[in-house]
């Protein structure tokens, strides 16, 4: 059980740093939306973590699913 475990504290840090990205992404959006000085840094910052969400979202949900799966595996 511990690759249960590595894949369990994956998730938990990928799903940490998605509720960061999240709150970063909040703020860059208000920045670009008021687009006072620094707005294109800001909107070249919030494409980037953007990106990054999307990636990690991806990743989060493979392990989900490997969780899944192993859970399956056991229940049959």
């Known amino acids: 059980m511990r690759c249960e475990a590595e894949v369990r504290a994956k998730v ?3 799903e940490s ?3 960061a990205l999240a709150q970063e992404i909040a703020q860059l959006t208000q920045q670009v939306k008021v687009g ?5 840094t800001a ?3 919030l494409a980037a973590r953007i990106e990054r969400r999307h990636i990690l979202s991806n ?3 493979g392990l ?4 899944t799966a192993d859970m399956e ?3 049959s």
Request: no cysteine; hydrophobic share 50%; aromatic share 8%.
């Open 12 to 14: 938990e840090v990928g």
């Open 17 to 19: 740093e998605l509720r």
């Open 36 to 40: 006072d000085d620094g707005w294109r």
């Open 43 to 45: 909107l070249e910052a």
């Open 59 to 61: 990743n989060v949900e």
């Open 64 to 67: 989900r699913w490997v969780l």
């Open 73 to 75: 595996l056991l229940a």
